[in-house]
């Protein structure tokens, strides 16, 4: 679906586990090497009134990110007040996620910009409709982007990453990488559960963030694997 560009889909094992930080870096950080960039976030809740419109966090911050333009409806399809499950808020206003919408969004979006960058929500397996039968997963699979994993560097975070591997793996999308971001500045033995995961992982490590305890600051994608300098050419 990517047309012949770059473009990726990025999830986490879990909610709160920085995706939309690794996003908003990745996008900033593929600017230098391409002129048009941009990150959307097709399944948004949580949002709050800021100056008299309802506003997502993660939506803004990619946006921001982004140095192209994006008509504000294909950046975030579906849009949620409150900040629950989307198959729950999409239940209580009667609206259903259509995975074909965000797949004309997506190839809408690709005639646009050099590289996409696409965000899930929350993790690899969360349901998207009553039934079950659509779901992140399902999302990814026929949106067809290489997956980047944002582990989130935690305790609990090697159950978390194997796992979500393990199902990425056993969805037969193309798997590309993991992100290691440093979330907890007191997480003991950080470099020993890297060096675990870079030992148990299916797929390379691309890059690590550091831990940024001031939300306004941007990171900075520094040294990256030759994985990921290979996925760009």
Not at 58 to 87: C, F, G, M, T, W
Not at 115 to 130: A, I, K
Not at 203 to 220: G, R
Request: charged share 20%; glycine share 6%; net charge negative.
């Amino acid at each position: 679906m990517s047309n012949g560009k770059p473009a990726f889909f990025i999830t986490g094992t879990d909610t709160d586990c920085g995706k939309t930080y690794v996003c908003a870096a990745l996008i900033r950080h593929l600017q230098h090497k391409y002129q048009r960039v941009a990150g959307l976030k097709p399944i948004a809740s949580g949002f709050e009134l800021v100056d008299g419109r309802l506003q997502n966090t993660d939506v803004e911050a990619l946006r921001l990110a982004s140095n192209v333009a994006l008509a504000p409806k294909l950046i975030n399809r579906y849009s949620y007040q409150p900040a629950i499950a989307p198959h729950i808020a999409a239940r209580q206003i009667g609206d259903n996620i259509c995975t074909e919408l965000i797949e004309l969004d997506v190839v809408t979006a690709l005639e646009q910009v050099d590289v996409l960058v696409v965000e899930g929500v929350g993790g690899w397996l969360v349901p998207l409709s009553e039934s079950g039968s659509l779901s992140i997963e399902v999302l990814a699979q026929r949106l067809k982007l290489p997956v980047i994993l944002v582990v989130g560097m935690k305790l609990g975070c090697l159950n978390h990453a194997l796992l979500a591997a393990r199902a990425i793996m056993q969805s037969g999308v193309s798997f590309a990488g993991w992100v290691a971001n440093h979330i907890d500045p007191a997480f003991n033995f950080l470099s020993d559960n890297i060096a675990t995961l870079e030992n148990q992982m299916p797929v390379p490590k691309l890059f690590e963030l550091p831990y940024q305890s001031n939300s306004d600051k941007y990171a900075e994608v520094d040294a990256c694997s030759e994985h990921w300098m290979a996925l760009l050419e």
